[in-house]
């Protein structure tokens, strides 16, 4: 009788071993689908951040051309404005007009730029104390 209980014994401690290599192998086959899936996400990301940087780039060239547009319409405007309105004066005199006129859009535009940024940093500050006031 003891022949037999060995050998149910020797065939536990086989499947036993067995067990721990399925466990093992099904552990590291975990291991390398993960280590997968993490690559392939970085891989994504990476390409979503090059697309996005390149559109960000175009949008900006696009934007610099159509600035560069804007400012030589601008100084086009202003110069026949000057040449229109004074076609007598001596170019020093239409050189101070044309100056003045650039000079007061410039500070026009500065205040609007910054009252805008003023109130935008305001918000901002608005919310952030919004935000504090609702966690407490």
Known sequence: MALPATRTTHSLASNGHEAEHSAAAAFEHLVTSAQ???????????????????????????????????????????????????????????????????????AVTLAMATRSTRSLTRMSTDNHLAHSEDSQ
């Open 36 to 106: 997968s899936v993490i690559n392939k996400r970085i891989d994504l990301a990476l390409l979503e951040g090059r697309g996005v940087l390149g559109d960000t780039m175009r949008r900006a060239a696009w934007g610099t051309v159509g600035l560069a547009l804007a400012t030589v319409t601008w100084l086009s405007l202003t110069l026949s404005l000057v040449f229109l309105l004074l076609p007598a004066a001596s170019p020093a005199t239409r050189l101070g007009v044309f100056t003045l006129i650039n000079g007061i859009a410039a």
